[in-house]
């Protein structure tokens, strides 16, 4: 099994198929809420000239929550979106990758998401590389 | 001043109702899902989302639902339901040069390292209306495929400043002021002015672009690189003390090549405007980075001709529809008070005009 970082589980979660993750996770361990699921945004910043200052570009919905499971770990979650189950499921896997189950929860839910993720990001790379393009230029009768 | 009045409330009732049937249409067509409006009316959603100025689908094809295809009206209900959210914080300003491209195309170099890939474009077609679409449930075939390098494209103006051929573009991290939590000031700093023109009502924005191009604060606008494409939005959680991914989001990003600057200690450089747009905008984008550069005619030591589209204050406090609208759309609520003043003050002013008249005629 490959070493996943806490750092990119969350972001997987966080950019998982919100149906995808529930279909992965037929059954979740009790957990008690230190924050139940709540919807809000996120300032996105862009920066001047893509390499300069950053400035504000707009907003974007995110769900946030955090709970413990019986174990007594912490899950934490950030998704993109305002679903509130997304955001307890990527709450609940987050705090399972800090058990002693890390392994069977990487198999089993962090996997397939990396793998479909990574396969429909290839699907639309390939279908942008057929339409890429070599421009000519001509040299046209009045230029002689 | 405006006077409110009451009453009315039975006929207000029966026209939301009235409305909620014409919205909804012949009820013998099927009615439309705000999925299908997100799958398949997705350059009206990113428009929504960019004027709206919250990036969420869903939302924004619930809006365009709601507002009968009216996208002003479906902005401002965005934008309304976005006053009712916490804002959890700021990311990190998103790395475009990272961005997965599905169009990148430059109009200055024709062998752009990395290739000039077209992508999901209208241009190049004729412009036909194509009467297959009338005809029901056609899938097309599937898009073709090549095989794809992955690795992230290079800037293309990136090659032109490692030659000094353009103005760099270096900053700071300072804290970037933010037009929805402060009242914008004048003179506005150019952060603030890229926020008002991504937000900005896009056909206002083309028309001020267009104005440049047609010679008004003319700046000879080269797309040196358009890219649209996703990008991972990171944000630092206190909580973990350190950065996550909380979502990827699709941008465009135009950065146009301008007519050079010089002086006495620095030799000629091209200079710079730049667009960043939600979504696939890439009309959005041009303009708003021709507009950019208009407006950026005074730290680059140009003329002000007196354009419409150099004057900050012409711009930025006409760039929002959602303002614009608002005070333009009140007009036609009920005015009567007002309104009556002014008919007394013109019978006044009738009365003694004709009396003078009649005076000086005898």
Redesign the interface.
Known sequence: MTQIS??DW??LL??APTHRLAALMPAEPDAAFLRPP?????????????????????????T?C?LQIASGQVG?A?????DRDHARRAAVVDALMQTESASDVHAGILTPLAQEEAQR?????????????????LVRGEDK | MYVAVKGGERAIDNAHAFLAEERRGDPAIPELGTAQIREQLRLSVNRV??EG????P??AALGIKQSRGDLIEAVFLIRAY?TT??????????D??KM????RISATF?DAPG??????TFDYTHRLLDFKLLADGQTPPA????????SPLP?I?GFLDRDGLIQP????????????REPMELPAP???R??AL??GDEGFILSLAYSTQRGYGRTHAFVGELRIGTV??E?E?P??G????????E?T?C?TVNQFTGSKTEPPQFT?G?G?T?GQTERKAIAMSLVDRALRWRELGEDDTGAPAQDEEFVLMHADNVQATGFLEHIKLPHYVDFQSELELIRKLRTEAIAARTEAAE
Not at chain 1, 39 to 51: F, L, S, Y
Not at chain 1, 127 to 135: L, S
Not at chain 2, 143 to 150: K, L, Y
Not at chain 2, 242 to 249: D, L, P, S, W
């Open positions: 806490r750092r969350m972001g966080a950019r709540e919807i809000g945004t996120v300032m996105v910043r862009g920066r001047i000239g893509a390499t300069g200052s950053a400035f504000n570009l707009g907003e974007m919905t995110v946030r955090t934490h950030h998704v993109q979106g305002r990001r290839s699907l639309r790379a390939a279908k942008a590389a057929a339409t890429r393009v070599e421009f000519f230029t | 989302m960019a100025s919250l990036y969420d869903d939302l976005r959210l916490p804002r959890f914080g700021a990311s990190r300003p998103v475009t040069g997965t491209c599905t169009r024709k290739g000039q890939i077209l992508g999901p898009a073709a495929t090549a095989p794809a390098n992955e800037h103006t573009e270096t900053g700071n991290a300072e804290t970037p002021p933010d037009l929805t150019r952060a603030l890229l926020q991504t937000r991972a939005v944000m959680i909580e973990l350190f950065a996550v991914e909380v979502g990827e989001i941008l990003e950065e710079r730049y960043l939600f």
